[in-house]
Each structure stands twice: as structure tokens, then as C-alpha cells.
């Protein structure tokens, strides 16, 4: 079945490093992927998404990175501030039988970000 | 532009008592999800509406589980009776587009307490 799963729980930064948080997937049928930020008592917040037609893609002091042959992606955050302190979650979209999307996300079960000042 | 409302923020329960959550999706989002959070772990989705349609309800422990969207704009969850392994958050979310992202919304989630 599908799975998608993070490498690491934790990781520790100090403010103004950049931080690379890593996950990988199991289908390779995946071809939508999302990263999501969980502030502490919310819900999960978009960050960033990448189709499988692409390797890379560039957001505000984000990328993400993604390695179909390995089946792995990265969210890379580049000169990490306290605001970043989240959870970071990977997602991976379902598809319906004949390839009508229904969004279902699969989510992993999250990194931990702490930056430190 | 107002996100996804739920409410209760937080409900404490004993075990074998009833439950019910309610959730406000983004005005226009004619999909609209439940999922279950773990403490430690992702969200897992417990039913999608596509309306007022259930689109996907294969991991809803339907003894226990039921959730409606009668008018296709806000929706319920009820747990009858709760265990304790229901303790978790739940959380709402409404699809929508945002550029050229196909998004899930989330709303702040219920935490729910099991003793």
C-alpha cells in the first residue's frame, strides 16, 4: 500500500542556518506531493507542492527537491528563523481508478523543527 | 478571505459517552475532509464530501463513526460511544485552488480527550 515517511523526527538549527528536512515515498505511481507547517495547536498550513514532471521548485526561502529514481523528497529552508519552529509534514495525493484526482493526502508522520536563536 | 471554522477547540469525554464536532469550510469549497490526528503522527483521512456526497469513507469506523454534510456546506462528526483511542485532534479541511496549487485548507482542529 502507499506510505509516505520521514527519515528523521528531529531537527535542531540555529537561526540563520539552512534547514533540510527529508521524506520518502513508497508508490511510485505518486506523482503530487505537498509539504505542510504545523504551528503548535493549528492545522497543517501549505507550504509548497511539486508535481512529478518537475525535479525542483522554489518558493519564498523555500525549495523543495525531488528524486523520482529514489523515490525521496526535501523541503530545504534556506536562512531558518524561530517562526520556522513547526512540524513539517510531507503529503502525498490519491488518485481515483481512470486518473480523476479526489485529493485524498496521505500524510508522514512529521519532522520536528526547532530553531534555535 | 475567512478559513475553515471548528468548534469545540478542545472536549474532554469519558469512554462510552457521545461526541460531535462541526466544521465551516472556505464559502465555495464544495469538498471538505475529516481527519484524525494522532498525537505524534500525520493526519489521517477519516471521510471526504464532495457536496453533500461521500466521495471516500474507507478508513471511518463506521460502528462508532458517522459524519454528515447534509446541505453540502458545513459538516459534522460524531463519535458514538468514544474510546479511549479516540483521543486525538480532528481536523476539517476545504479544497480549493490557489494559483496553479490544488490546496486542502485546514481548520484549527478539536482536541479530543478520552478518559
Known amino acids: 500500500g502507499e506510505s509516505v515517511g520521514l527519515h528523521l523526527p528531529t531537527l535542531s538549527v540555529q537561526e540563520g542556518d539552512n534547514s533540510i528536512i527529508n521524506c520518502a515515498y513508497s508508490?511510485?505511481?505518486?506523482?503530487?506531493f505537498i509539504w505542510y507547517k504545523q504551528e503548535s495547536g493549528k492545522g497543517p498550513q501549505f507550504i509548497i507542492d511539486?508535481?512529478?514532471?518537475?525535479d525542483k521548485r522554489q518558493g519564498q526561502r523555500v525549495t523543495v527537491l525531488l528524486n523520482k529514481t529514489v523515490k525521496h523528497l526535501s523541503l530545504q529552508i534556506a536562512a531558518t528563523q524561530p517562526g520556522d519552529s513547526a512540524v513539517y509534514f510531507c503529503a502525498e495525493k490519491g488518485w481515483m481508478a481512470g486518473g480523476t484526482s479526489y485529493g485524498k493526502l496521505t500524510f508522514g508522520q512529521g519532522t520536528i523543527l526547532t530553531v534555535h536563536p | 478571505e475567512a478559513g475553515v471554522a471548528q468548534s469545540p477547540r478542545y472536549k474532554i469525554i469519558e469512554k462510552r459517552q457521545s461526541v460531535a464536532f462541526w466544521c465551516n469550510p472556505i464559502s465555495g469549497h464544495a469538498t471538505l475532509y475529516w481527519y484524525q490526528q494522532i498525537l505524534g503522527q500525520g493526519p489521517k483521512l477519516l471521510i471526504q464530501f464532495q457536496n453533500n456526497g461521500v466521495v471516500d469513507d474507507s478508513q471511518l469506523p463506521k460502528d462508532r463513526f458517522s459524519a454528515e454534510r447534509l446541505k453540502g456546506v458545513d459538516s459534522t462528526l460524531k463519535i458514538q460511544p468514544a474510546k479511549l483511542e479516540d483521543s486525538a485532534v480532528y481536523l476539517c479541511?476545504?479544497?480549493?485552488?490557489?494559483?496553479?496549487?490544488?490546496?486542502?485548507?485546514f481548520g484549527p482542529g478539536t482536541r479530543l480527550t478520552v478518559l
Open positions: 511539486i508535481r512529478s514532471n518537475m
Open positions: 508508490n511510485s505511481a505518486s506523482d503530487y
Open positions: 479541511a476545504s479544497r480549493g485552488l490557489r494559483g496553479s496549487s490544488d490546496e486542502q485548507f
